[in-house]
């Protein structure tokens, strides 16, 4: 045994995957499992930090090898491990979708935004519902027919489809002041220090509170969403994804786009969707460009929309939704019974469609 040992020890990376490809073709799956101690831990302790953490969820013994004092002190001294592990573990808990908390709603709520603490649903029949996430309860807030909504320095900002921005101030309701110049409805508001609002009359608006900043009128479409990240603007419109400083600088193809999200979380994914098709771009923390990833649907989807936070990206087409990790492979996907709109954090993932259904899923 000692020499089989020291030969596989010889062995690079390469070797062992050629090694492992021939022993797995021979032996039943009962053998494997039953490989001597010596032979296992030199598997483990050539593992990256995600393969450990997978190979620790094959088997109880598999587990006992994988969390062994030696590696963890091996691995622990690693700055990225807690992180990793964290991240591992949340992307084990999106497998599993147990039964979602049915929100009661009196009429379709299309219109959804997420932030840590509450779910703010818009609707185009006069009301904003703003849900609880610790506790599940709602409020109503009476408004004008509703087409965007977003949540930031403890204020509510509400787009009418009448071309105005309501300010209501959080947890109270109270309205703060309105915003007009737009020409068209509000078809997208994001908050990140600033409230960025874009219309179908083809702007961007920038405000600091109730003062107009900047205008950039670069679209001859509607503006479909508005992220924003270190100190850059990120905005869907004219089947491009355009960035934006002061000014234009930089645009990204993909045509058709329905959809779109943004991820800054070191570096800085955005993730897109058009009705073939869906695209990941990552940019460092400094805005260089540093790969794309593509994946094609099966066939055409007429409505698709995706979400995306630390761990996952979302799509929901005609009716299934289907998670992903940031490599855009497939972790699970889930039958629905109607068409929805998503939206996403950490801690949980909304559906809505327009016939009234909310669904909440809590991890």
């Known amino acids: 045994m000692s020499k089989f040992v020291d030969f596989v020890n010889a062995l690079s990376l390469t070797e062992l995957q050629q090694l492992y490809e021939i022993v797995e ?44 004092d030696h590696l963890y002190m091996k691995y622990s001294r690693n700055p990225s491990y807690e992180q990793c ?15 979602p908390q049915v929100l009661e709603s009196t009429s379709p709520c299309p219109i959804v935004q997420l932030s840590d603490e509450i779910c703010i649903l818009g609707s185009q029949h006069h009301f904003v519902k703003i849900v609880s996430l610790r506790t599940l309860e709602s409020r109503i807030l009476e408004t004008v027919p509703v087409s965007s909504v977003c949540y930031g320095d403890q204020s509510i900002f509400v787009g009418g489809f009448n071309r105005i921005i309501y300010c209501y ?7 703060q002041y309105m915003l007009r110049g737009h020409a068209g ?16 009359d083809c702007q961007i608006r920038v405000w600091q509170n109730d003062e107009l900043e900047i205008v950039w009128q670069e679209a001859q479409n509607r503006i479909i969403c508005i992220k924003s990240a270190q100190n850059r603007t990120v ?60 994946i094609q649907f099966a066939q055409y989807q007429p409505h698709i929309q995706v979400a995306l936070n630390s761990f996952c990206v979302f799509y929901v087409a005609q009716h299934y939704l289907v998670s992903m990790d940031h490599s855009l492979e497939k972790i699970v996907q889930l039958n629905l019974d109607k068409s929805y709109f998503c939206a996403c ?12 259904n909310i669904h909440l899923y809590t991890k």
């Open 235 to 294: 905005a869907c419109a004219d089947n491009r994804i355009r960035i934006y400083s002061q000014q234009l600088l930089l645009e990204l193809e993909h045509e058709d786009v329905q959809s779109m999200d943004l991820l800054d979380n070191g570096q800085i994914q955005i993730v897109s969707c058009s009705h073939t098709e869906l695209k990941m771009f990552v940019f460092s923390s400094d805005w260089n460009h540093i790969s794309t990833q593509t």
């Open 185 to 200: 409805m509000i078809s997208c508001l994001h908050f990140d220090k600033k409230l960025y609002s874009g219309s179908s």
């Open 85 to 99: 592990l964290y991240e591992y573990t949340m992307k084990q808990k999106w497998k599993y979708f147990g039964e």
């Open 25 to 68: 073709n021979r032996l039943k799956k009962r053998d494997f499992m039953e490989l001597p101690m010596e032979i296992c831990w030199n598997i483990v302790k050539r593992l990256e930090l995600e393969d450990l953490f997978r190979c620790s969820s094959v088997s109880k013994r598999w587990r006992r090898i994988a969390s062994s």
């Open 345 to 356: 954090n950490d801690k949980c993932l909304v559906l809505t469609s327009f016939t009234g």
């Open 169 to 175: 101030r959080y947890p109270d309701l109270e309205p």
